[in-house]
Nanobody
Framework: QVQLVESGGGLVQAGGSLRLFCEVS????????VGWYRQAPGKGYELVAH??????STYYEDSVKGRFTVSIDKKTVSLQMNSLKPEDTAVYFC???????????????WGQGTQVTVSS
C-alpha cells in the first residue's frame, strides 16, 4: 500500500509563493508518475503538474507553466508555486499512478489534500 501526505498549503497574497510537499510512504513507486491535482470551489479536478519517479520527465498545465515547478527528492515530491493568482485558490491533492496516462484518467493513489488560498 502507498500513502501520500501533503503539507505546505496556506494563505498567501497574490504574487506570493508557496511550496507544497508530498511525502510518499509504503511500497516503492519506481516507474510511477506522481502528480498534483487541484479542485477549486465548485469546479472539477484539474491536473496541474506531474513528474516521473526518476525525475526525468515533467508536465505542466498551460495556466501554471513558468510559475509552478515540480520536483522530487528521495520520497518527497514538491510543488513550488510562484506568482500566485487568486484563480490558483483550490485544494491541492498529491496523486500517483503507474503511468502518466493512468494519472490523467484515474490515479491509483490520492493524498488527503491541502488548501491553498490566494487573496487579491
Amino acid at each position: 500500500q502507498v500513502q501520500l501526505v501533503e503539507s505546505g498549503g496556506g494563505l498567501v497574497q497574490a504574487g506570493g509563493s508557496l511550496r507544497l510537499f508530498c511525502e510518499v510512504s509504503g511500497r516503492t513507486l519506481s516507474n510511477y508518475t506522481v502528480g498534483w491535482y487541484r479542485q477549486a470551489p465548485g469546479k472539477g479536478y484539474e491536473l496541474v503538474a506531474h513528474i516521473t519517479w526518476s525525475g526525468a520527465s515533467t508536465y505542466y498545465e498551460d495556466s501554471v507553466k513558468g510559475r509552478f515547478t515540480v520536483s522530487i527528492d528521495k520520497k518527497t515530491v514538491s510543488l513550488q508555486m510562484n506568482s500566485l493568482k487568486p484563480e490558483d485558490t483550490a485544494v491541492y491533492f498529491c496523486t500517483a499512478a503507474s503511468s502518466s496516462i493512468i494519472l490523467l484518467i484515474s490515479p491509483d493513489y490520492w493524498g488527503q489534500g491541502t488548501q491553498v488560498t490566494v487573496s487579491s
